[in-house]
């Protein structure tokens, strides 16, 4: 029976074990300009040190116009892959899998960061903010897609092992999938999987086979049922793994199966994908103690266990589990889920950690 600490073959990478640190965006360590500061590559140093099978880099901008902040890290071009290529480093030097989540804000991006005129997502809607955001024309979709393997390609060029393309959390390509949002005439309101699939397909013709494409997927909306179709059609155009959220809407379908009812229905979201797909699945949210992760993979729920606010708590989660030793907790405080400021974790303030 596999476990927590068991090892895994994804592509021809050996994955060291089933934890994984999820993208966390840490906007208050960044400058500004999308370039790495010394303080990302600590803090990735940082996260790395507990030895996670992967550990995914935070949302990082494929266009200087779709960015969720100004402050966000950039992959739009090729200057950035050397500051790219210490964080990569920083991941590889324990032995975790190097990943980078690749992403577009679409109707989120801020306005502070590109003009109005340049924001656009799957059809005309009022964002937040009031302010309606326009339709996006075919030939800004086809930069997009070409935007999206140009990020693969220095993902690659600065020594990551594969992407994450972000399609969940109400950013682009999860916009399309939104019923809600997305209410075009033509062949991507037709079919709302239409912009990830071209994504998904324009990265793997682009990159050796041995690069891995994974898709953080958005998987509530509308429902559950919808949600195991799109899980299906991404695996179908050749997605290596899957990482299962929530998407533009955060509210549990109402055809919501709970298969375990210790576990959120967010991992449980997971857990349902888990059973409709051959590719492997890595789930999270709540999962907070390293006992947990360890259940979803002795009971089969998912092949991968996520973390992010506990293991930004405490990043030594495997080797205390082993020894017995007590983890230091999340407080559930939500200081961190408003990572716009970057306040600082009580929590680790508590632990006395002074590493970003
Ligand atoms: C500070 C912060 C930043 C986050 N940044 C990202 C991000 O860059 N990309 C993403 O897909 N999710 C992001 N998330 C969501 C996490 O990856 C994760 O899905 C969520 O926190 C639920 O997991 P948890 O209960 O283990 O914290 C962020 C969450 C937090 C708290």
Not at 58 to 64: K, M, V
Not at 155 to 160: H, M, P
Not at 176 to 185: A, D, G, P, Q, V
Not at 294 to 315: H, M, N, Q, R, T
Request: one cysteine or more; proline letters at 3%.
């Amino acid at each position: 029976m596999a476990d927590l600490f068991s090892s895994f073959k994804l592509k021809n990478k050996e994955i060291h074990n089933r934890l994984v640190y999820p993208p966390v965006v840490r906007f208050g360590l960044s400058k500004g300009d999308g370039f790495v500061t010394e303080e990302n590559i600590e803090s990735y140093k940082y996260m790395s040190s507990g030895e996670a099978g992967i550990v995914i880099v935070e949302a990082t901008c494929i266009s200087q116009n779709g960015r969720l902040r100004k402050n966000q890290l950039g992959i739009w071009g090729d200057e950035f892959i050397p500051g790219l290529s210490k964080i990569a480093d920083a991941i590889h030097e324990k032995g975790s899998l190097a990943l980078i989540q690749i992403h577009h804000a679409g109707i989120k991006t801020d306005k502070n960061s590109a003009a109005i005129e340049n924001i656009f997502t799957a059809s005309s809607f009022e964002d937040k903010d009031g302010v309606v955001i326009r339709e996006a024309s075919e030939a800004e979709l086809e930069k997009v897609i070409e935007d999206f393997v140009n990020a693969s390609k220095r993902a690659k060029a600065a020594g990551f092992d594969g992407v994450e393309i972000h399609g969940a959390h109400g950013y682009l390509i999860s916009q399309f999938l939104s019923h809600n949002i997305n209410k075009r005439e033509d062949e991507y309101g037709k079919d709302k999987a239409l912009l990830g699939k071209k994504v998904i397909k324009a990265v793997k013709e682009n990159m050796d086979s041995d690069f891995i494409v994974g898709m953080r997927l958005g998987a509530n909306e509308p429902d559950l049922k919808g949600g195991i179709e799109y899980a299906k059609t991404f695996e179908k155009a050749g997605v290596d793994y899957l990482h299962i959220s929530s998407n533009f809407s955060t509210k549990e379908p109402e055809d919501m199966e709970i298969i375990d009812d210790e576990f959120s229905w967010i991992a449980n979201l997971g857990f349902n994908i888990k059973k409709h797909v051959n590719i492997p699945v890595i789930c999270v949210f709540g999962i907070d103690k390293p006992e947990m992760a360890d259940e979803v993979i002795k009971k089969g729920y998912a092949d991968f266990a996520a973390s992010a606010k506990g293991l930004l708590c405490d990043p030594m989660w495997l080797s205390k589990y082993k020894t017995g030793d007590k983890i230091n907790p999340c407080l559930k405080c939500r200081v961190c889920s408003f990572y716009s400021e970057d306040k600082p974790c009580p929590a680790r303030k508590k632990a006395g950690i002074v590493t970003p």
